[in-house]
């Protein structure tokens, strides 16, 4: 959808509700929050103050809300408008089309659309009835906050850009997997194929692509062949003959435990040459990877001017103070201290926030009164689930870090720790993908809650 696709429907939406049209100003937000930009920045274009601009939006915002039944932001309007825009031509154009976790995903059996068209479908952009989808494994839309940096970059990657394997990674909890759904609603409508798959319970490679091939080629009703090498060969036929949107999910439930970060666990090293022809191999598709770390073979083949790309997520903003709001929180003051200290994970702050309610009546100043600052038992398994998969070396580099004040530098740990050079450049090498640790030129920090946690380990 462009720009003036998004106001005409828009408006269409509000007048169908209202009976009114939106106005000059109306349609200036809403411009500016399809492109991205600030309440400064529309201001600006509208010749009016930011404050009369942040008004107008909010009643904007709520008129949506009212006119769609769902709560409406700037941060989620763009996907919003898409989804329901989507959902709406879906509906029309494919009786199989089911709404699935707010998602179209459909049947088994694509059917061609007897509805007229005004002009005849052009071949490299499929109508809603061509496209298939399977996202049963996708999770629930949930509440989103902020992100519209992400977003727009990732959208730019995937839809513009076009690498072949994208690598979506950052520490448990941070928001990858709910940034990747809303970014499905962004992007859906510009392939051909869509399908999610999870990893968590660890198939082998042989299985995945056995599903994958059941899914694209299930119109055509083909006898896979017995051979490995076969049935890929008729894989990546696909991924050149459509553009097709993998994405795999819980990609680090098939690398190993207590080794350095981004190794396979035995009997799962095929996915390495899988992912490598991915990027490698001539195709019009994209395979999006989330995962608490990278395969490591993969960082060699990252960047701008190569097929794959990665994107380090890290913690929310100034938006993270949602999640307080949402629960109904006091001492907005303190609100700011706490996402910095845990540097906006989304997950740490709705379980911190669990813990203020029950245990403070929602004030977070007193929670902070204490010191150490209590983590609660929910908080600290989270923690432990994430330190289970360090190595010997990276813990003990942990340990070494959690016990230094502020940055240091690798000779500051030498000279505080126990490793050799070489052990320990590796553990920082492998806690940095892992997420755990910050740095700033040759300085390396932990993370505030990870300091605290790390001088128990």
């Not at 209202?18 to 529309?42: P, V």
């Not at 230094?404 to 090498?429: I, K, R």
């Amino acid at each position: 959808m462009d720009v003036q696709q998004v106001l005409k429907f828009a408006d269409e939406l509000v007048f169908t509700k209202t009976g009114k049209h939106l106005d000059n100003l109306q349609e200036s937000i809403l411009r500016g929050a399809w492109q991205g930009q600030r309440y400064s920045q529309i201001a600006e274009n509208a010749n009016c103050s930011e404050g009369h601009v942040k008004d107008a939006g909010s009643e904007l915002w709520k008129l949506l809300s009212e006119v769609l039944g769902e709560d409406i932001r700037k941060s989620n309007v763009r996907a919003t408008l898409k989804r329901t825009r989507f959902s709406i031509i879906s509906s029309n154009f494919a009786k199989d089309f089911a709404q699935i976790n707010n998602l179209n995903i459909c049947g088994d059996t694509p059917h061609s659309s007897n509805v007229p068209q005004s002009q005849p479908p052009n071949e490299e952009t499929p109508t809603p009835s061509q496209r298939r989808r399977d996202l049963r494994e996708a999770p629930d839309l949930l509440p989103f906050y902020g992100r519209e940096e992400e977003l727009a970059t990732l959208e730019r990657w995937m839809v513009t850009d076009r690498p072949r394997l994208v690598v979506l990674h950052g520490f448990s909890g941070i928001g990858k997997t709910a940034l990747a759904v809303q970014l499905l609603q962004e992007i859906q409508d510009d392939f051909d194929s869509v399908v999610w798959r999870s990893l968590r319970f660890s198939p082998s490679v042989e299985m995945l692509e056995t599903n994958l091939l059941e899914f694209l080629c299930r119109p055509q009703q083909m006898d896979l062949p017995v051979d490995v090498s076969d049935r890929r060969a008729i894989l990546f036929d696909q991924l050149r003959k459509n553009r097709c949107l993998i994405v795999l999910d819980d990609v680090q439930s098939i690398l190993s435990n207590q080794q350095l970060a981004g190794n396979y666990q035995p009997g799962y090293e095929g996915y390495s040459l899988f992912f490598k022809q991915i990027a490698e191999l001539s195709h019009q598709s994209c395979v999006l990877l989330i995962t608490w770390e990278p395969p490591h073979e993969l960082s060699a083949l990252n960047g701008d001017r190569t097929p794959i790309r990665s994107f380090h997520l890290q913690g929310l903003g100034p938006a993270a103070a949602q999640i307080f709001r949402d629960k109904g929180l006091v001492d907005e003051d303190c609100f700011s201290k706490a996402i910095a200290y845990f540097r906006g994970n989304p997950l740490w702050l709705k379980i911190f926030a669990a813990m203020i309610d029950e245990l403070f009546n929602g004030r977070i100043s007193e929670a902070f009164q204490y010191e150490p600052l209590f983590l609660g038992e929910d908080l600290n398994a989270v923690l432990q689930q994430q330190c289970d998969r360090l190595s010997a070396i990276e813990k003990i580099a942990l340990s070494a870090l959690a016990n230094q004040a502020g940055s240091v530098s690798v000779s500051d740990l030498l000279a505080a720790g126990t490793l050799s050079p070489e052990n320990l450049l590796n553990a920082l090498q492998s806690l940095k993908r892992r997420s755990f640790i910050q740095q700033e030129q040759s300085l390396f920090s932990l993370l505030p809650v990870l300091r605290q946690y790390g001088k128990t380990l």
